[in-house]
């Protein structure tokens, strides 16, 4: 989480910053705020705790020395320390000598901020950052060279760290990356340090990504540190903007904006993947071994995706599979000829990064799912599938979900017919289906408008939400409630529906919503009628005479995803009766780049 952008340019630097930094918010938005050199060498800093907005109007309001031409920003998800002005960045020494920004976590802050009060440091904030500049700033004292000073300092650091630091006076610019996303570029309109090309991509499209342990100085021309040895720069990466500046295009939010542009998503994805699926050619491009097991490796939405994956490759081959939540992988047991389907929106979600570094049988092969080809974990997979879903400003996924399910789920059916486990001809039924999804997502979208927002406005003063399904529904009930709960605040479970009996109907009351996603499955009508009778208020997503009748067709083995539709139309509708940000819930951002 957290993003971070410097520059230096041949003009001013803050509206470079305040663009990226606008561009950058999805990564978090409890504080923003820039450090920026100053005509008579000294540096700016400008921190807020509300948004972009607030922070340019307090940079349009400065009335000190004319801000210069180099400068570091920020936007933040906390960590460490309250949501305050203090716990703000950038963060700055004692002396003022130095201003930092820092995304990741220092594991050891509190034994290196015990060792630096010794020292005689003192410090403004709560925050782990701030310990890194005190560190830099006793380097300093030493070497007096701040590209010495960064390198000696991040030997001293555990965990994980991208860096920028800014000398006053000097304007010197310092870089550093471990664990934590960075890329810099240096052509022509200047130097730009970014946790996203996107953010300076009016600036520039090739960039080199820092690898863990590099050190750079961001000056005319650049000197690039690893270990401590000077190294050549790595090979530039074209990331060339395919996809115009996110702009509402007649939608009132983004998340809006995103849940209709699944239709055709979906027709794109299955258009381009669909001659590759029955005659197996997606997977044996993908170059990987045959598997005999899959473990899907993801978090939130992401692992709801996956259990579709896993389902619908169970149900079509007794293929074992295991689902890992990135955060708790040290208590999986990996077998050899094992496939490892580590799925990510932005390819940088910490736990699935760190989770790949649990050992595994040497024959185990990774394949990444992701909307990012160039992320760090493209990068360490052993192959990618990217499902280039567009930008998604939004911080509830929605799209993506739509997308990781159709791409999954097309690979695993190449990956079935090019083992010989599932015949050409059970393939082509089984993509005709999938080409049904388009036509499917538009007819949900449409129904789901017109139902959704009553239903939405008598449940809003709900205190909580159970979702129920069976089987193939249940990853859609997971997604469904998992969405209330990041729009609306409100708790909401799911559970299977046979578990009511098992505790979860303790929590029924009179009035309890009770939201029921059928998949064909005949016994949920007795688990529906179990709620209703003590006095549920139940919504069922399914077939003609639901309460949302969007679905149509006989049951697939990926389950009723057009389901998804009214139960993300739904958790927006509840939101916004409530008065929430739909696309920047609090306490959320989109990109989890810490443990």
């Not at 499209?205 to 650049?222: C, P």
């Not at 994805?269 to 005659?279: F, Q, R």
């Not at 409630?481 to 605040?489: D, F, H, I, T, V």
């Not at 029921?516 to 709620?531: F, H, K, M, Q, T």
Request: glycine share 8%; aromatic share 4%.
């Amino acid at each position: 989480m957290c993003g971070i952008v410097a520059c230096r340019v041949r003009d001013h630097a803050a509206p470079v910053l305040l663009s990226a930094l606008r561009n950058l918010e999805y990564r978090g938005y409890d504080s923003v705020g820039i450090a920026v050199s100053t005509e008579i060498g000294t540096l700016a800093r400008i921190r807020t705790v509300h948004r972009i907005d607030d922070l340019e109007h307090r940079v349009n309001d400065w009335n000190g020395a004319r801000l210069g031409n180099v400068g570091i920003g920020h936007t933040r998800w906390a960590t460490h320390g309250a949501v305050d002005e203090a716990n703000a960045h950038p963060h700055c020494d004692c002396t003022g000598r130095i201003s930092l920004v820092h995304n990741g976590i220092i594991e050891n802050c509190d034994e290196l901020r015990a060792t630096l009060t010794t020292s005689g440091h003192q410090f403004s904030s709560a925050v782990d950052s701030e310990v890194v500049c005190h560190l830099i700033e006793a380097r300093l004292a030493e070497s007096s060279d701040l590209f010495d000073a960064v390198q000696t300092a991040v030997t001293q650091l555990e965990g994980s760290w991208a860096l920028a630091v800014l000398e006053e006076s000097t304007g010197r610019l310092v870089a550093a990356a471990h664990h934590s996303p960075l890329l810099l570029a240096h052509n022509d309109a200047g130097t730009f340090v970014t946790s996203d090309p996107a953010a300076v991509s009016e600036w520039a499209s090739e960039f080199h990504i820092l690898r863990d342990g590099d050190v750079v100085e961001a000056g005319e021309t650049l000197r690039w540190r690893n270990s401590g040895l000077m190294i050549d720069p790595p090979t530039p990466v074209d990331f060339a903007r395919t996809h115009s500046p996110a702009e509402l295009r007649g939608h009132s939010d983004f998340m809006d904006q995103e849940i209709d542009e699944q239709p055709v998503l979906a027709a794109k994805l299955i258009d381009e993947l669909g001659p590759a699926i029955a005659n197996g050619r997606l997977w044996d491009e993908l170059g990987l071994p045959p598997f005999d097991a899959l473990q899907i490796i993801a978090c939130g939405t992401s692992m709801h995706a996956g259990r579709v994956i896993a389902q619908t490759l169970g149900r079509l081959a007794a293929v074992p599979t295991t689902l890992t939540l990135g955060s708790e992988v040290a208590y999986d047991v990996v077998l050899p000829r094992t496939l490892r389907l580590a799925i990510s929106q932005s390819g940088e979600t910490a736990d699935v990064l760190r989770a790949l570094d649990h050992p595994v049988p040497t024959e185990v092969r990774t394949l990444a799912l992701t909307n990012n080809p160039h992320s760090t974990l493209s990068r360490r997979a052993d192959a990618v599938l990217a499902y280039s879903a567009g930008p998604e400003i939004g911080v509830a996924a929605t799209k993506t979900f739509v997308a990781q399910v159709i791409v999954g789920v097309c690979a695993v059916l190449s990956a079935l017919v090019s083992s010989g486990r599932l015949s050409v001809t059970a393939t082509l039924e089984l993509v005709e289906q999938l080409r049904r999804l388009p036509v499917q997502l538009t007819t949900a979208l449409e129904i789901s408008r017109r139902v959704v927002p009553a239903i939405a406005h008598d449940l809003s003063t709900a205190s909580g939400f159970l979702f129920l399904g069976r089987g193939s529904a249940l990853p859609y009930a997971a997604e469904g409630a998992l969405k209330l709960k990041e729009l609306s605040y409100r708790w909401a479970e799911h559970y299977p529906a046979g578990e009511l009996k098992h505790g979860p109907l303790a929590l029924i009351e009179p009035g309890t919503p009770v939201v029921a996603v059928e998949n064909g499955d005949p016994r949920l009508r007795a688990n529906i009628s179990e709620v209703r009778a003590r006095g549920a208020r139940v919504v069922t997503v399914g077939y003609d005479g639901s309460t949302i009748p969007v679905l149509t067709g006989e049951p697939t083995p990926w389950g009723p995803l057009e389901a998804v539709v009214p139960l993300q139309i739904l958790a927006r509708a509840v939101a916004l009766e409530l008065g929430r940000d739909v696309d920047k819930p609090r306490n959320l951002a989109k990109s989890v780049t810490v443990e």
